[in-house]
């Protein structure tokens, strides 16, 4: 494929996603595919001669599409959002075309230059404390990691590393093996997977703490666990806060832990991935509240800030505390403006990969195209059209909302059995016409229903707990 192809061909790429994301609605939200539907529609092997773009076009109908599920989809209220929007589209695309690995400053200063300073653009959105923003001279800053279990794990690492040092400086003794068989790592109850898989793959010991009846954590559950393993010779060393828990958006009490943290030298890390959008809306901001006291903080933009995938914005207070970790420069990694080190985070001592993408243009054309007055309709939007849905089940004797509805996402079910309750999501997921997922909160099987899709209305709430109301009453017939 030459330039003049890619020009026609790029355009009929560019109509068909515009065309794709325009009807999606009438696309089945979730497919009818068994595992294993794929490999029998494709050769055993790839073909030995080029075959033309039009021969691939065609199959993206027939071969990917029946195994797609949409999750721009209005009629998509499963997990949580995954953004997108036409102006990251296009930067996505340009980042593809230019094509740079910005591992260093010299490997492409723009590359660097551009996420620092949309890192401090959005911290500022948010009103971030000034210490976790680079500005010109600033010991902390951000990158774009792309994940939130990435930067969980980098947080843990570099945790684990800076404890380590500060025991060895003070009990000279103790060798690194010692002191890693003593390390502990807490998170909520209600925490995220990616959590314990970060102490898993960091070597360390990790211990739930309890959420209470809101399904919070706070301080005293966090200080009874610690003074129990402290009192047992273990190091606790690392506290993962959630604002926004997967299962029901739950919202740990940092003010309430983060002076405990301080106080015993643990590194609190804050995990906002989802919710932490929400924060650019003044009425939302007070839930961050107790972030002074963290030492690292992230959240999506590639989940509800109309950045698409990946897109995972961290904070830090000391940028050395990062590069004390992971630093290595051997030669050919290094460049003659090395002192710019001095000025600019080398954002490859900050991730786990060398390499990085350009993925600081997507954040700069979506800023810059919908403003943040944009950004926070988005939210609110979401946000109204959730307090609908709750209010719809509110109105149904029948069902019960099992937590507090404060941004996107009611848990909610029917009164009765889990047996009744997956009985019911069940004849949903048959249907194909929603996508919802479950979750457990304490013992009870819950739906949830997340609003996920930028183009989502009111008339897509109201057809989905109307679908959702019949097949309740279909089953329940059956049932009894």
């Keep these: 494929m030459d330039a003049a192809e890619f020009r026609k061909r790029g355009k009929e790429m560019v109509d068909y996603i515009a065309d794709y994301l325009e009807k999606i609605d009438k696309r089945q939200v979730f497919p009818d595919v068994e595992p294993g539907y794929l490999r029998p529609l494709l050769p055993d092997c790839a073909p030995q001669d080029p075959e033309s773009f039009e021969d691939v076009f065609k199959d993206i109908e027939k071969i990917i599409m029946p195994g797609v599920t949409h999750w721009h989809s209005p009629y998509f209220f499963a997990y949580f959002p995954a953004a997108s929007s036409f102006p990251a589209l296009l930067a996505d695309m340009l980042c593809g075309g230019i094509g740079c690995v910005g591992f260093s400053w010299a490997a492409s200063p723009a590359c660097t230059e551009l996420e620092t300073v949309m890192l401090d653009w959005l911290g500022k959105m948010i009103n971030l404390p000034e210490e976790f923003l680079a500005g010109k001279d600033g010991q902390g800053g951000g990158v774009i990691q792309g994940s939130a279990s990435e930067a969980t794990l980098i947080s843990l690492l570099a945790a684990r590393t800076k404890t380590i040092r500060r025991v060895?400086?003070?009990?000279?003794?103790?060798?690194?093996?010692?002191i890693m068989g003593r390390l502990v790592a807490y998170a909520s109850d209600q925490a995220h997977s990616s959590v314990e898989r970060a102490a898993l793959i960091g070597g360390v010991k990790i211990k739930n703490v309890s959420s209470d009846d809101t399904f919070?954590?706070?301080?005293?559950?966090?200080?009874?666990?610690?003074?129990e393993d402290k009192a047992s010779g273990l190091i606790p060393f690392f506290f993962c806060a959630t604002l926004g828990t997967t299962p029901c958006c739950s919202f740990d009490k940092l003010l309430e832990l983060g002076p405990i943290c301080n106080k015993e030298n643990i590194w609190m890390h804050i995990d906002a991935a989802y919710a932490g959008s929400a924060f650019i809306c003044p009425e939302f901001r007070h839930l961050l509240n107790g972030v002074e006291f963290a030492d690292s903080f992230n959240f999506n933009p590639h989940k509800w800030l109309l950045v698409n995938f990946d897109c995972s914005a961290m904070w830090v207070k000391k940028?050395?505390?990062l590069t004390g970790a992971f630093k290595l420069e051997p030669l050919y990694l290094q460049h003659h403006h090395q002192e710019v080190s001095s000025l600019l985070p080398c954002l490859q001592h900050w991730q786990i990969p060398l390499g990085r993408r350009f993925r600081s243009l997507k954040l700069w054309f979506v800023l810059r195209m919908y403003g943040v007055t944009g950004l926070q309709e988005h939210i609110r939007k979401h946000v109204r059209l959730s307090h609908q849905f709750e209010h719809l089940v509110l109105q149904d004797e029948r069902f019960e909302v099992c937590a507090e509805v404060v941004l996107g996402l009611v848990c909610f079910r029917l009164k009765g059995s889990n047996e009744l309750n997956k009985a019911l999501l069940k004849s949903i997921d048959e249907a194909k016409k929603i996508h919802l997922v479950p979750c457990h909160l304490r013992e009870k099987f819950v739906l949830r229903f997340a609003i996920c899709s930028r183009t989502v209305q009111s008339t897509h709430i109201k057809f989905a707990w109307q679908h959702i109301s019949q097949l309740a009453t279909d089953l329940l017939k059956t049932w009894e």
């Design 319 to 321: 940028r050395s505390d």
């Design 168 to 178: 060895q400086s003070e009990k000279p003794e103790l060798t690194e093996a010692d």
């Design 216 to 227: 919070s954590v706070c301080g005293s559950a966090l200080k009874k666990v610690l003074d």
